[in-house]
């Protein structure tokens, strides 16, 4: 993987230049907590993707490490997004995005799972730490988490 040159190798910047734009983390979202793992079904999203601003950030996550792209056993002609060790450790940031959401946003979606935004403000280490488990089983997140 060929790595462009950064603007400055200070972590906030190299976090920007990684992940973050609305769309890439929406992506990464899709994958945690709705289980989706492909271009149709991230094509879905409430939001709203464009189909050449979900090809491009499909493409710059891979290329970034932080997705990994696989066929899709059902369906060699589909593929599927897989977050790799790389986006998993993405998960307790995240989860404290879904925090201060939670605490700033009083329409969040967050006042809605609030068992896992219960454990994650207890230990956010710990419940990331069971989460990215699962998900490297392709299993999805906890249901008991979610109200």
């Known amino acids: 993987m060929k790595r462009k040159r950064l603007r400055s190798h200070c972590p906030i910047n190299f976090g920007l230049e990684s992940f973050a734009d609305k769309w890439s983390l929406l992506i990464v979202r899709d994958i945690i907590f709705r289980g989706k793992t492909t271009y149709g079904e991230f094509l879905k999203s409430e939001e709203g993707f464009a189909t050449n601003i979900l090809a491009t950030r499909l493409t710059h996550l891979e290329e970034e490490g932080i997705l990994e792209k696989r066929v899709n056993p059902d369906d060699a002609r589909k ?69």
Do not use: C
């Open 79 to 147: 593929n599927q997004y897989w977050l790799s060790e790389k986006g998993l450790d993405l998960v307790p940031m995240l989860f404290e995005m879904i925090l201060w959401s939670s605490k700033y946003d009083p329409k969040s979606e967050a006042r809605r799972i609030t068992k896992l935004v219960e454990q994650i403000r207890k230990d956010n280490r710990k419940i990331s730490h069971k989460i990215m488990e699962r998900l490297r089983k392709g299993l999805p997140i906890f249901p008991e988490y979610l109200d």
